[in-house]
């Protein structure tokens, strides 16, 4: 697991699972944090994963500027055929989405593990 920190807003812990990389958020991803999300999801784009699951298990605030990361992931993603997925997302994160409308074009899911595919235990 290799992981990000900033300056105590957010942190960004990425592992790869089976076929697919995890990325997982934990803070807030805003203004001030969106750049570093960024740049962890295009890394691992850059690197040719081709699913990446993002973990909102610990995504406490999304605003419009990390909505945008998301949404910028998912189309370059899409050029290159693949996807990204979201994971166990908190309410108060979700509703951001419900607002936007972003939630019919992302693919959420209730956990990691199911993100990914796999059967839970």
Known sequence: MTGVSGPGRLDVAVRKEGDGVVVALVGELDHGTA????EALEAEISAGHTLLVVDCADLS??????????????????ESGGEIRLAAMRSAV???FEITGADTVFTVHPTVDRALGVAER
């Open 35 to 38: 750049d570093m999300a960024r």
């Open 61 to 78: 605030f999304c605003d419009s500027t990390g909505l945008n990361v998301l949404l910028a992931t998912r189309l370059r993603l899409q």
């Open 94 to 96: 979700a509703r951001v």
